[in-house]
């Protein structure tokens, strides 16, 4: 009896401070990293983290923490990694977490906040302690969408006491980044999000 194989599938990686806090790694050497672990078309998008590979590998919370302990033990300093399938990148790159009119306005940014797990009902309701005239967001499975209206350095969602109240790691990305990378990666016919995905919104 032939063994079946596992179909190559696309993903894309979002890295928790891998240049941050004096630490510097070229993306050519970050590439190499992934090619180490046996993925195959490696990419990076953008220096800042993104990092898109192939693999037949279906368990996306195994692949985490084998690319966060693989780049641990190369770079010596913790790399939280967050992965979602080009599926879920559609989906979070068109989700609108607010109307059109509140995300134009000049000097407003969105950003998304990427999580490992969704949150508890508990969590989102601390969230709210956060929104202010500056800062509105809204929770949707394993992401935040976060509107700013103000500078982001003054704002309190972004300083370490956010990571303290989500009791979870996150990483950060621009929504202009997230759409230009499902844009660029879109998803394969017949694929569908992962249940990780599936998770209330707050209102």
Request: charge should be positive; avoid cysteine.
């Amino acid at each position: 009896m032939i063994k079946p194989v596992n179909p190559i599938r696309r993903y894309v990686a979002f890295l928790r401070a891998i240049n941050v806090g004096g630490h510097t790694v070229k993306m050519d050497v970050l590439r190499k990293l992934f090619e180490r672990l046996g993925f195959r078309n490696v990419e990076t998008f953008i220096a800042s983290g993104n990092v898109i590979f192939e693999t037949p590998a279906g368990n996306l919370q195994q692949l985490e923490e084998q690319i966060a302990r693989h780049l641990k033990n190369a770079l010596g300093y913790e790399v939280t990694t967050f992965i979602r399938t080009p599926a879920e990148l559609a989906e979070i790159a068109t989700f609108q977490p607010f109307s059109a009119g509140e995300i134009e306005t000049p000097g407003t940014s969105l950003f998304v906040v990427f999580l490992p797990a969704p949150l508890g009902d508990k969590v989102q309701r601390q969230l709210r302690i956060f929104r202010t005239e500056a800062d509105d967001f809204r929770v949707r499975g394993r992401e935040i969408y976060w509107l700013s209206r103000a500078s982001t350095a003054e704002s309190p969602f972004a300083r370490p006491l956010l990571g303290k109240t989500l009791g979870m790691p996150a990483t950060v990305r621009n929504v202009k980044t997230v759409r230009k990378l499902a844009a660029k990666y879109p998803a394969s016919p017949g694929e569908v999000n992962g249940p990780r995905n599936a998770g209330p919104r707050t209102q």
